[in-house]
């Protein structure tokens, strides 16, 4: 039982869960000192999980779909990477096609009742949140493949999580919110769009079109990675100048030489894949390290750790200025 919800787990990508954790625990906090519901901010954010992972699975299954249907496929060849073959578990027989959309369909469906309580306690404007998850959830595997997936998480890990959050625990709309959501909206997507900077010919040769793949070579496409982070230092100035938190919110700047270390990082991916940075203390957590280096995958999950390292610590200097400025 034990193996077999491991397996679940792993399926599902279990590991991605902290961009929702994450995303959730600043508006959360944000919300809990306008004297929010901390209860129905909990169970938002379980919804808010278990439709992330049905997602993940959707996506994979669409993914898998895509493959089969190529002529010169070749499991073996393509298992080779077991890092960037998502729906390796589908490819290596360990579950099946079924599994997935039936694992998926109970995800959703649990997200679906967490979604009919809230509507129930919080009021029929929860709905309009659900409704714009539940779209983006669905279409992803499809928008996916023509230049849409930032948009799309964009989309759900700003306006649409930190409002719907925020409405379940006050009751009330706030246009401030969607404001305020843009600093770790803008950092969620830079994770995302390492992932498809490291997968360009994978994703070309899959037929899927990302905003990576669109230029000419990876080392090209880090021109709009330089943009999003810029995006995400410069956004905390709005939010003290229509006066939604005051200074403390720049705690996030002692993220910069991270943000600068991960785009020196890429630089030297996008022209040596099994390149490895020197490993420096603030690089932690990076968990399984060692077996990565013996497997040959440690340059493309050092680069992943580190995104989503600097997306953590972000969003936690991000959280602590909030409760500075805010809550004291």
């Known amino acids: ?30 919300a809990l000192i306008d004297s929010g519901n901390p209860w129905y901010g909990i169970l938002a954010l379980i919804g808010i999980g278990l439709v992330h992972l049905g997602t993940n699975l959707i996506d994979d299954y669409f993914d898998y779909k895509s493959l089969i249907k190529q002529v010169d496929f070749d499991k073996a060849e393509y298992l080779k990477n077991s890092q960037k073959t998502k729906c390796r578990y589908l490819i290596n027989g360990v579950m099946k096609e079924s599994d997935i959309l039936l694992l998926s369909g109970g995800y959703f469906l649990a997200a679906l009742l967490i979604g009919v309580f809230l509507f129930f306690k919080c009021g029929s404007g929860i709905m309009y949140f659900v409704f714009a998850g539940a779209v983006i959830a669905l279409i992803y595997p499809f928008i996916s493949r023509i230049c849409l997936s930032e948009i799309a998480v964009a989309a759900a890990y700003g306006p649409t999580l930190f409002g719907g959050v925020y409405y379940v625990m006050t009751g009330t709309y706030s246009k401030e919110i969607f404001l305020f959501s843009m600093p770790t909206m803008f950092m969620t997507v830079v994770l995302l769009y390492i992932h498809t900077v490291m997968d360009f010919e994978y994703d070309r040769n899959e037929g899927k079109r990302t905003i990576a793949n669109s230029f000419d070579s990876p080392l090209d496409s880090l021109i709009v990675l330089k943009i999003l982070l810029i995006l995400a230092y410069i956004s905390p100035v709005f939010l003290c100048i229509f006066d939604i938190v005051d200074w403390q919110i720049f705690l996030v700047y002692l993220t910069i030489p991270l943000a600068v270390d991960l785009y020196k990082s890429m630089i030297e991916y996008t022209t040596n894949p099994n390149s490895l940075p020197e490993r420096k203390w603030y690089h932690i957590p990076m968990e399984n390290f060692e077996k990565l280096v013996e497997h040959g995958e440690a340059g493309f999950m050092m680069r992943m750790y580190q995104s989503r390292n600097l997306m953590i610590y972000f969003t936690l200097f991000f959280t602590i200025g909030i409760i500075l400025s805010l809550a004291i």
């Open 1 to 30: 039982m034990l193996q077999k919800t491991i397996q679940v787990m792993e399926c599902s990508r279990i590991f991605s869960l902290p961009m929702s954790v994450l995303s959730w625990l600043a508006i959360f906090v944000y």
